[in-house]
């Protein structure tokens, strides 16, 4: 199999970053390489880090600490200079892997069937100290809402009333997505796996642009210009702990933005960044993809702009035009 790279990005989460480095040492593949990033935190994270790393003592890991903060594409990048892996993963520090996700995404991207540039999984949600909230992250793949409908046997877990533990069966489904909608969801950063060319391909707006959401700017591409596969199993935690940079809602059921920020400005303005990305790279891009392939996504985004301005009321499309038209 090829080797992967996960570049693991902190900040301020010291509390957690140890579980996150366990679980990439965990993993049941062992060519697998791991920087550790450091976006020059205030907490007690780089003695965390160094300590860890001392008592691991695997030379698969290494560690970098940023001078300054410089987002999350910042400290990516940062990592990816590291590393000359194949395949990459992005892990916050505050979220953790289970022991088969390399292997899992790595299967899936390199399958018989179609390859792509990105593939995700499910998580489950937990909190700080583990605890489970949830089994799936609620937006996972659309699920269809009817009236109702029986819950399958296989998405409820196995509850071991000795130890607390809950398993749950693996279902190894795996889902081709070729066509891009401006819904399509895929999950957190902790999700995904890329193809190292593709991120090193489209991953060149400035890093004070993508200080977050580096995973949906990413991943509108790869759906634009690859398709996608998503992998129906939990492979990952999704940490809530109360001091997310995103998702600092709570768990109270249903599908719902986990973040209490309004998402149409942040989606509008990644969108905006990604059109930017077309014209700016547009020679490299149609040698990459082909320029029917390429002109056809630029198309799809302008054109899923255009509606969302067109079907803004009336006191609010000056401002969404002004937000389109923002350098």
């Excluded at 059109?275 to 390429?294: D, H, K, M, W």
């Amino acid at each position: 199999m090829p080797p992967v790279g996960v570049v693991v990005a902190n900040y301020n989460n010291a509390a957690y970053v140890e579980q996150a480095i366990d679980s990439i040492a965990g993993q049941t593949v062992r060519d697998v390489r791991a920087v550790v990033v450091d976006n020059c935190s205030t907490d007690d994270s780089d003695r965390v880090i160094q300590q860890k790393l001392q008592r691991l003592n695997d030379l698969r890991f290494e560690y970098v600490r940023n001078s300054s903060n410089q987002g999350q594409a910042g400290a990516i990048r940062a990592g990816l200079q590291r590393m000359r892996t194949p395949f990459v993963c992005f892990l916050d520090s505050d979220d953790y892997l289970y022991e088969d996700f390399v292997a899992r995404h790595v299967a899936a991207h390199v399958n018989a069937d179609f390859p792509v540039a990105l593939t995700f999984c499910d998580s489950h949600i937990v909190d700080a100290e583990g605890k489970l909230l949830a089994g799936t992250a609620w937006w996972f793949d659309h699920k269809e809402e009817t009236a109702s409908r029986p819950v399958q046997a296989v998405h409820l877990p196995v509850v071991n009333g000795a130890d607390g533990e809950l398993s749950f069966e693996r279902t190894g489904r795996a889902t081709l997505h070729t066509e891009w909608t401006p819904h399509q969801a895929s999950n957190s950063m902790a999700s995904m796996m890329f193809r190292r060319a593709f991120v090193d391909l489209v991953l060149t707006p400035d890093d004070s642009e993508l200080r977050l959401y580096v995973d949906y700017y990413l991943s509108t591409l790869a759906a634009l210009l690859t398709g996608t596969i998503s992998l129906a199993d939990a492979l990952y935690a999704y940490r809530m702990h109360g001091a997310n940079h995103h998702s600092d809602a709570k768990v109270f059921g249903g599908q719902y933005n986990s973040s209490t920020k309004a998402w149409d400005p942040i989606r509008n303005r990644i969108w905006k960044i990604v059109l930017r990305t077309f014209e700016q790279e547009s020679e490299r891009l149609r040698r990459a993809f082909g320029p029917q392939r390429v002109q056809q996504a630029q198309n799809q985004l302008s054109n899923a702009l255009d509606t969302l301005a067109s079907d803004a009321p009336p006191r609010k499309r000056l401002d969404l035009q002004r937000l389109l038209l923002r350098p």
